[in-house]
């Protein structure tokens, strides 16, 4: 299974107007090593195009490990507002 | 103005119990909960332990949890397996007693969660869903309330239990975190519900009814020498398969995401043929942070009008997989120290200390001082994770495996396999610094 497909499983309700997750300064990403955020996201967030890096937090599952490994606390990391974001069914 | 007693950050076990303990002896409470409803925003591997619900609420109430079919299944077993790339060692222990007098049940936490919250509204305690707290109201130095996300969600209270779990959002913005969390004090674990046939799952844990059920921590191979630590656990007709790792090792090893790692451990011939045709099925796909800094790591827990409790206290035991106990037994133990505090109507520092005090006196802190250079000697050494799981397969397969061989050269041949693959003195280290770990 894709992670497209595991995400699609779950219910989520998006606030499309007000992004969570934002990248701070792009500059940073660029001139990142490893950029840990895209290998530790287990929602596969994190999408690195050449040139910058795609946020897709829809798909977010509010864990929390992107904020703990980006060595540059570059990351602008809130909980979605109140009722939004990820809705587990089961948990 | 709106005016309560208490504010409970989160509606979690931790937040509710603390809820529970308040409203039940009459103070006013109001809990915070960002979710759509109590649960709705909670994950953890599934194993709910007994004895803390018991102590909070009454004996009665297993019984209760029961009728309200709010549980999945009464761990009668409970196993470790060692994997290498093509076996498994099993060690396992199951009981007859915990059939009578359970010990612990599986839960879905969305469902769990959800009735644990209507239970504690039934004391008294308001809980306010689909609202963030943004921040504290603050008054010379001192916590006078919360701001939430809705039109004029100013709350003001006498005191506050942060309960918002792992990441110490709040917990940093009440000065009692210096620092946020690091790589090395977290796994990231990922879970999936895979739907499964009651009768099957009966078949395959040999156990006769939807009821009782059995629980299987996963070591080895699949983590990729990374510390980790996979779980299976039967639920009443679905499989919860999930895989932890500490985000410091995928950091470092920057090679596979943690869903990868879930589906090694999927694709390893003895979960892949348990799970049979439903292997590739899931209803449900989620991830969560584990505390695993333990002693070390924690904030400070209490200050001005001000409580912190489970998983934002770090309070979790990782190496017995135990946190929701943490989370009750704190949650208690805070709302103890609040009655205490308004029948005084001293909400100082100094006299919370007593919440400090009561979690050093009770298995909490013992349990997270005995283990706290485990996680470290873990982390630093990789072995336990890959070369041990893996030799034990590889020495049972050459003990077990009949081809003529006379027994006593073939210990010799194990013998030769662990020194040349750990070496000796490498071996007699690695027990010492177990010893050392475990023993605390």
């Given at each position: 299974m894709r992670i497209?497909?595991?995400?699609?499983?779950?219910?989520?309700?998006?606030?499309?107007?007000?992004?969570?997750?934002?990248?701070?300064?792009?500059?940073?990403?660029?001139?990142?090593?490893?950029r840990p955020c895209?290998?530790?996201c287990p929602a596969g967030v994190y999408e690195w195009d050449g040139e910058s890096m795609e946020v897709k937090f829809e798909g977010c599952l509010e864990c929390g490990t992107c904020r703990i490994v980006c060595p540059y606390q570059n990351i602008e990391w809130k909980y979605p507002k109140g009722n939004y974001g990820i809705l587990y069914k089961f948990g | 103005m709106i005016r309560f007693d208490v504010v409970v950050i989160g509606a979690g076990?931790?937040?509710?119990?603390?809820?529970?303990?308040?409203?039940?002896?009459?103070?006013?409470?109001?809990?915070?909960?960002?979710?759509?409803?109590?649960?709705?925003?909670?994950?953890?591997?599934?194993?709910?332990?007994?004895?803390?619900?018991?102590?909070?609420?009454?004996?009665?109430?297993?019984?209760?949890?029961?009728?309200?079919?709010?549980?999945?299944?009464?761990?009668?077993?409970?196993?470790?397996?060692?994997?290498?790339?093509?076996?498994v060692i099993k060690a396992g222990h199951r009981n007859e007693k915990w059939k009578t007098s359970p010990n612990a049940f599986t839960v879905l936490r969305a469902k769990f969660d959800n009735w644990f919250a209507k239970k504690v509204e039934k004391t008294g305690a308001l809980i306010i869903s689909k609202t963030k707290v943004e921040d504290f109201i603050w008054e010379n130095d001192e916590i006078i309330g919360v701001k939430t996300s809705r039109p004029k969600g100013e709350i003001y209270c006498k005191a506050v239990v942060i309960a918002e779990g792992v990441n110490p959002i709040l917990t940093l913005k009440a000065g009692l975190r210096k620092r946020d969390i690091t790589p090395k004090m977290a796994a990231i674990a990922v879970k999936e519900i895979i739907p499964m046939s009651t009768e099957r799952i009966n078949d395959i844990f040999g156990v006769g009814n939807e009821n009782e059920g059995a629980t299987i921590e996963i070591i080895g191979s699949w983590s990729k020498g990374m510390m980790g630590i996979g779980f299976l656990y039967s639920n009443k007709d679905s499989i919860s398969l999930?895989?932890?790792?500490?985000?410091?090792?995928?950091?470092?090893?920057?090679?596979?995401?943690?869903?990868?790692?879930?589906?090694?451990?999927?694709?390893?011939?003895?979960?892949?043929?348990?799970?049979?045709?439903?292997?590739?099925?899931?209803n449900e796909y989620m991830a969560h942070l584990i505390p695993e800094g333990g002693y070390y790591s924690m904030p400070r827990l209490y200050d001005n009008r001000i409580l912190v409790v489970g998983d934002a206290g770090m309070m979790v035991n990782?190496?017995?997989?135990?946190?929701?106990?943490?989370?009750?037994?704190?949650?208690?133990?805070?709302g103890e120290t609040l009655v205490d505090a308004f029948e005084k109507g001293d909400f100082s520092?100094?006299?919370?200390?007593?919440?400090?005090?009561?979690?050093?006196?009770?298995?909490?802190?013992?349990?997270?001082?005995?283990?706290?250079?485990?996680?470290?000697?873990?982390?630093?050494?990789?072995?336990?994770f890959e070369i041990y799981p893996s030799l034990l397969n590889d020495a049972a397969y050459r003990f077990l495996n009949v081809d003529g061989t006379p027994k006593w050269e073939m210990q010799k041949e194990i013998f030769e396999m662990f020194r040349k693959r750990r070496g000796l003195i490498g071996m007699t280290i690695d027990a010492l610094k177990m010893w050392k770990g475990v023993r605390g």
């Open positions: 497209e497909d595991k995400l699609f499983l779950n219910r989520y309700r998006t606030d499309e107007e007000n992004p969570h997750l934002k990248i701070i300064n792009m500059e940073i990403c660029k001139k990142c090593k490893n895209i290998n530790c | 076990p931790a937040g509710l119990s603390a809820a529970y303990k308040l409203a039940s002896s009459g103070i006013k409470v109001a809990v915070v909960e960002k979710g759509e409803y109590p649960g709705s925003k909670n994950v953890m591997g599934g194993v709910l332990y007994l004895s803390p619900l018991k102590k909070l609420i009454s004996e009665t109430i297993v019984d209760e949890m029961l009728q309200a079919n709010v549980v999945e299944r009464n761990v009668i077993e409970q196993n470790m397996w060692f994997l290498s790339d093509d076996g999930g895989a932890g790792v500490l985000i410091e090792d995928l950091k470092q090893n920057n090679k596979f995401t943690p869903y990868e790692l879930l589906q090694n451990l999927k694709e390893h011939p003895a979960i892949s043929e348990l799970l049979g045709e439903n292997k590739n099925s899931a990782s190496i017995h997989r135990e946190g929701s106990n943490h989370a009750i037994t704190s949650g208690m133990l805070a520092r100094k006299f919370l200390k007593k919440y400090y005090l009561k979690l050093r006196d009770s298995f909490i802190i013992k349990d997270l001082k005995k283990y706290k250079d485990l996680t470290s000697i873990m982390e630093k050494n990789h072995q336990f």
